[in-house]
């Protein structure tokens, strides 16, 4: 399984970007997607997650209502649109995926990672 992570750059405080992430190859079942950022510095930490198949998700509370994960039109495609953009959310933006029908948040519970983009926000 390759993923491809797009979309980042830089942006002023308070815009939007949209980030995709392209799954490619044999991917079987339900699974879940996963974004993740890491400033510099810092630990990577849990963005958001949408699980194939029911399309649950979750965010981390630094970031709802702010962002939206879903589903692309596209055939295993997901988007992280990310609005109200602080300083803060300056990182490297990694997509995930991890196989089943699961709800992970942790970096370690994903098995598959994408080259990551980087998003710098200017205050």
């Known amino acids: 399984v390759q993923l491809q992570a797009s979309g980042g750059g830089l942006v002023q405080a308070w815009g939007s970007l949209r980030l995709s992430c392209a799954a490619s190859g044999r991917i079987i079942g339900g699974y879940t997607v996963g974004w993740f950022r890491q400033a510099p510095g810092k630990e990577r930490e849990f963005v958001a997650r949408f699980t194939w198949y029911g399309g649950s998700t979750s965010y981390a509370d630094s970031v709802k209502g702010r962002f939206t994960i879903s589903r692309g039109s596209a055939e295993n495609t997901v ?45």
């Open 79 to 123: 988007y992280l649109q990310m609005n109200t953009l602080k300083a803060e959310d300056t990182a490297v933006y990694y997509c995930a995926l991890r196989a089943g029908v699961v709800t992970p948040t942790k970096p370690e519970q994903y098995d598959y990672w994408g080259q990551g983009t980087l998003v710098t926000v200017s205050s």
